[in-house]
């Protein structure tokens, strides 16, 4: 039995009213439900007697640069990547993945509260210092294994990445990215290589059985993608 090939989706659109739906429903929950449960896990892991200390010594030698925070707040925009760069289906299954990851990543944080090991650094100059003092007012030093900055970005990055696959040159700038963003996370003081390591993990989890959990029961629909992404590389 045959199967159409998938309609090719251009790299970068504004949402349709199909899109936008889903944004609006499944996008608005991730975001809302995002400092509710974060916030809800840090303050409990605050109140724990222990805490556990996932770094080296030598990391804690890891030079503070102030300039790493744009890259650690461009997160704010890779979560919408896909808003604009992949057909509803996909949106819909990225903003879920994130949904579960993000109860996963709470339920480590109240197993397992930890302690950053790293003193934390006020800027003198403008903006970055009212940048920092934001941060750590929002964000408590315990949150830490798994990086959901880590984990989002790349959640992110994958289906952005596996909607337009063919494009090498979009893997590149897409891996910098990544890497900058995972960087930015130790060179900000705001975590450990742990916590990144943890990061990938979990969005591995979530990519396998949650975001491709329907590819990976059905292989036809794999190569419906496959046969897609192949006829917009051909465009």
Do not use: K
């Given at each position: 039995m045959t199967h159409p090939k998938e309609k090719p989706f251009p790299l970068f659109s504004l949402p349709d009213k199909k899109r936008l739906w889903v944004f609006l429903t499944?996008?608005?929950?991730?975001?809302?439900?995002?400092?509710?449960?974060?916030?809800?896990?840090?303050?409990?892991?605050?109140?724990?007697?222990?805490?556990?200390?996932?770094?080296?010594?030598?990391?804690?030698?890891?030079?503070?640069?102030?300039?790493?925070?744009?890259?650690?707040?461009?997160?704010n925009i890779v979560i919408f990547l896909p808003l604009f760069?992949?057909?509803?289906?996909r949106l819909k299954?990225?903003?879920?993945?994130?949904?579960?990851?993000?109860?996963?990543?709470?339920?480590?944080?109240?197993?397992?509260?930890?302690?950053?090991?790293?003193?934390?650094i006020i800027p003198l100059e403008s903006p970055f210092r009212e940048i920092f003092q934001n941060i750590h007012t929002l964000d408590k030093p315990h949150n830490l294994v798994p990086s959901?900055?880590?984990t989002f970005s790349a959640l992110a990055f994958f289906a952005v990445l596996e909607t337009h696959r063919n494009k090498k040159w979009?893997?590149?700038?897409v891996s910098i990215w990544m890497l900058g963003i995972a960087a930015?996370?130790?060179?900000?003081?705001?975590?450990?290589i742990a916590d990144i390591v943890g990061g990938f993990l979990l969005a591995a989890l979530g990519i396998r059985f949650f975001y491709l959990r329907e590819v990976v029961e059905n292989p036809q629909i794999a190569n419906q993608h496959q046969q897609g992404a192949e006829l917009h590389e051909s465009t």
């Open positions: 499944w996008g608005t929950a991730a975001l809302l439900g995002f400092p509710l449960v974060y916030g809800l896990t840090n303050y409990i892991a605050a109140q724990s007697a222990n805490h556990y200390s996932w770094y080296f010594v030598w990391e804690t030698q890891a030079p503070f640069i102030q300039e790493f925070v744009w890259l650690y707040l461009s997160l760069m992949c057909d509803a289906d299954r990225y903003c879920q993945t994130n949904l579960v990851t993000l109860f996963g990543a709470a339920a480590i944080f109240i197993l397992f509260p930890t302690q950053l090991g790293f003193e934390r959901l900055h880590v979009l893997f590149a700038v930015s996370v130790v060179f900000t003081r705001q975590h450990h």
